[in-house]
C-alpha cells in the first residue's frame, strides 16, 4: 500500500510543503501539500523524480588528485574524506587562526546548522548567496522601516492593485505566491507590470509599462511625485509613524510625471492613469520589492524608492496591504531552539568588513563577494579555507575567472552539494549531499499571517553514498572538537532538541506535516505600532540615520542610466519558470523542456546586424565570448539583450548541460567588486556586450 509521506521540496530555494507517496521503497508521486497548496506543484517540483533517477550526480566523497578544475577524483570513504577535511581544517586554524576558515549557504529556514558549524570552529565568517540577490533590497528596507526584505509578507490576495518592478512573479515563482496572484486578477484586482521586455508577467498584467533599461528609479519617483501631488497617500499614518516627510517632499519636487515618463520612455497617459489607479485603490496596493529590482547602479534607490511608494499608501498591517510576519511568540509559543545560540560568538572582526569597516551593512550573512578580496589581499586577514554548502559561487558571482584567481590562495576548498557545481569541480573535497527526497531536515519555522513548524521526512533510501547535512556538519564537527554543540546522533534526536521549548512532539506533523500554531492569522492593532519599526528613530525613517553616519544620502538625486556606446547592447537576464538557476539544467525532464537558452534582441535591431530568429550569434563582453541563438522579437528594448540566467555550464559529467547554451555570468567581466555602496549588492546588468552573428557551426558545443 502507499503511504504519504511529509516533505518539502527542494528544487529550489522557495521549499515549497510537499506530499510524497510511495510504495516498495519507490516514489509514485509528489504533489503539493493538499492543506497549504491544494495539491499545485511546478514543473520543477514535479520532475524531483527525475533528479532522484538520475545518476550524472556525486554518488561519494570525491578528493580532487589533478590540479584545480582538471575533473580527476579518488573516490573515497566518508570517513577518509571527513577525515581529510578535518585535517586540512587544523592545519589552517594551527597556521592563520579559525578565522581564516569561511562558509557560505544558501540562506533560508536551515541556515542555523552551518551557521553553528563556522562559528562552533570559532569564525565569524559566515556568509550567503545574498549580495547576487536581495541585498539592495534587504538593505533598502532596513533603512526606512528598521527591519529587512523579509520584515514584510505581501497579502497579494486580498489587494487591489499589485505594482511589480523587474518581478517576474508568474515566471521566477513560488507556488502559493502564484495562486495569490491568480485569485487577486480573477477577483478584479489590478497588476501594474514593470520590465525592459515582455513576460508571462506582463501578459497577464492590466498596465505593462516597457521601460528603457535602468530607469526604474526614475519611474518610481515620478509616481511619488504624482501621488504626493495628488494627495493621494495616508496622513495620518505619515504623521502619526514617519520622520523626514518634508525633506521627501521638497527632494521630489523637479521628479514630475512628465519627466519620469520621458526619461523612461514610456507615454505620460500611462503613468497618470497608474497614478489615477492608485487613488481609488489606495491603501489596499502592495509595490512589490522583489529581489533585485534588476542590477544597476542606482537599485538600491530604486527599491528604497519602491518601499517609501508602500508607505505612502499607508498599506502596513492591513489586508491586501504588507504585512509584520508573525512568530511563534506571537501565538504564545516558545520557538524552536536553536543550534546558533547556544554557541559562544567568536570575538573576531569579520573578514568582509561588515559589521566594522561597513556599519550600515547587516552582519548576519555580509556580503560574500568581499571575502574574495580578502583572499587576494591578505587584508584585512587571510581567508584560506572556503566551504559551500548548498551554494555555487560560480553560477551566483559574476566573473568566475577572478574569482579562481582569488580561490587559488585557499588551501582548502570544499563543495556540499547535491550536484556537480561548477564550482564543486574547481574544489578540492566534494561531499555529497543525498538529495532532498533522500533525506530529512532540520525542523523550520515558517512565519507568516498564520506561522508555523514545517519538516522535511526522507521519502526514499539514498541511491548512492550520499550523506544529509545534519549528519556531515555533525561528523566534521566531532572530528573537529566541536561535536557538543551538536547534541545529537540521529535525526529524532536533533528534531526533539529543536522541540522541547515548544511544547509540541513530531507526532504532532503526522497528520499534515506541518504545525499549526494559530487557527486565525494574527494581525497587529495599526493604531498601534510602536516599537516595529527597528530604526534608530523607531520611526519609518524618509531620510536615515544610519545612511548619514555612513556618509550616504538618504534620498538620492537620480542621474541616467549610461545608453550603450553604438553597437553594443546592455546584458540583462532572468529566470525560466521550468529552471532553478543552474543546478536544473542537466535534470533530465526539465532539459527536454527547456534545453538551452538564447539570446533575445529587439527586431530592429537584429536587422541592422543582419541577425534572423535561430542565428547563432557570438555575445561579446572584453576578453570572453558566448555564442548562442538569436530570439528575435519586437517584445524587448532597443538597448537592451536578455537571457536566461544558469546556463553554458562547464562539468563534463553533466551531459545534458554541459556547453548547452551561454552563461551571463562569466560574460560579467569585471562586475566582481562593482557594488552598490549603499546596498551590497552587485551591480550585474551594468554589462554592455557585442552582438555578432557567429561563423560557428550550430551543431558543435564548444567552450566560450
Ligand atoms: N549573472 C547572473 N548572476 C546571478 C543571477 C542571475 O540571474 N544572473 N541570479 C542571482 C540570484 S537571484 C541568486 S539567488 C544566485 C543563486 O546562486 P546560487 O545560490 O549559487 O544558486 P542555486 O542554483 O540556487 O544553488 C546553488 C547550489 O546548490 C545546490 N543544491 C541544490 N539543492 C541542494 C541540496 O538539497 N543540498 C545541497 N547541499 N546542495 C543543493 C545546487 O546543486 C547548486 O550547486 O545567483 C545570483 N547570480
Ligand atoms: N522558476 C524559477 N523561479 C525562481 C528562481 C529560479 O531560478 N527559477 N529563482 C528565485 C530567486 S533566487 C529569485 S531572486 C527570484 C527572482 O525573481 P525576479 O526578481 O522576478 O527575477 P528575474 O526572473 O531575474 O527577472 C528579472 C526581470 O528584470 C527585467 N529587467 C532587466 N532590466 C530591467 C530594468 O531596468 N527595469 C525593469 N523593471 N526590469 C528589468 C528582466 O527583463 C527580467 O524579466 O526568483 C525566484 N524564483
Ligand atoms: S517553486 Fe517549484 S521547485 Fe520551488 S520549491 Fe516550490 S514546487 Fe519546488
Ligand atoms: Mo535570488
Known sequence: MAKT??????????????????????????????????????????????????????????????????????????????????????????????????????????????????????????????????????????TLYGVGRKGFIYDIKNTKHLVLFGRNILASLRVAEVQQVMDMLDKGGRLTYVDVRQSLTGIKSTNFMQVRPGTDYALALGMIHGIIKAEAYDKEFIEKYTTGFDELVSFIEPYDVNWAAKECGIKVGRLKRFIKEVTEDRPKVVFHPGWMLSRYRDSFYASRALSILNVLMGNIEIEGGQQFPKTPGDCGIKGLRTLDSQIPKPEEKRADGVGWKYKHFDKGPGLFHLFYEAMATGEPYPIKGIICYRHDPFNCFPDVTAQKEALDNCELIVSIDTHYSEFGWYSDVILPESMFLERETPIATQKGPKPRFILRQRAVEPRFDTKPSWEIFKRLADKLGAGEYFPYNTIEEYWNWQLEPTGYSIEDFNEKGFVSLTDKPIMYDR??????????????????????????????????????????????????????????????????????????????????????????????????KGTVKAHVTDFIHPEAVYTVHGFGRQVPLQSRAYHAGMSDQKLQEGLLQDMDPAGGGLCLCEKFVIVRRSSRNPKRRVEL
Open 5 to 142: 509521506v511529509w516533505s518539502m521540496c527542494g528544487m529550489c530555494s522557495v521549499r515549497c510543503p510537499i506530499r510524497v507517496e510511495v510504495e516498495d521503497g519507490k516514489i509514485k508521486w509528489i504533489e503539493g501539500n493538499p492543506h497549504l497548496l491544494g495539491g499545485a506543484l511546478c514543473a520543477k517540483g514535479s520532475a524531483a523524480i527525475a533528479l532522484h533517477k538520475d545518476s550524472e550526480r556525486p554518488q561519494q566523497p570525491l578528493i580532487r588528485r589533478g590540479g584545480r578544475g582538471a575533473g580527476k577524483w579518488d573516490p573515497v570513504s566518508w570517513e577518509t574524506a571527513l577525515d581529510y577535511v578535518a585535517e586540512k581544517i587544523n592545519n589552517i586554524r594551527e597556521k592563520y587562526g579559525a578565522r581564516a576558515m569561511m562558509l557560505s549557504c544558501r540562506g533560508g529556514p536551515w541556515a542555523d546548522l552551518p551557521k553553528a558549524f563556522i562559528h562552533a570552529l570559532g569564525s565569524p565568517n559566515f556568509t550567503n548567496h545574498d549580495s547576487a540577490c536581495g541585498r539592495n533590497v534587504h538593505h533598502a528596507c532596513k
Open 527 to 624: 493604531d498601534n505600532l510602536d516599537g516595529k519599526f527597528k530604526t534608530p528613530s523607531s520611526k519609518i525613517e524618509f531620510v536615515s540615520q544610519v545612511l548619514k553616519e555612513a556618509g550616504l544620502p538618504s534620498l538620492k538625486p537620480y542621474e541616467s542610466p549610461q545608453k550603450p556606446a553604438k553597437g553594443k547592447f546592455r546584458l540583462v537576464f532572468g529566470r525560466s519558470p521550468v529552471h532553478a538557476h543552474g543546478h536544473t539544467i542537466n535534470n533530465p525532464l526539465l532539459h527536454e523542456l527547456f534545453p538551452e537558452n538564447s539570446l533575445w534582441i529587439n527586431t530592429r535591431s537584429a536587422a541592422k546586424l543582419g541577425i534572423k530568429e535561430g542565428d547563432l550569434v557570438d555575445v561579446i563582453a572584453e576578453t570572453r
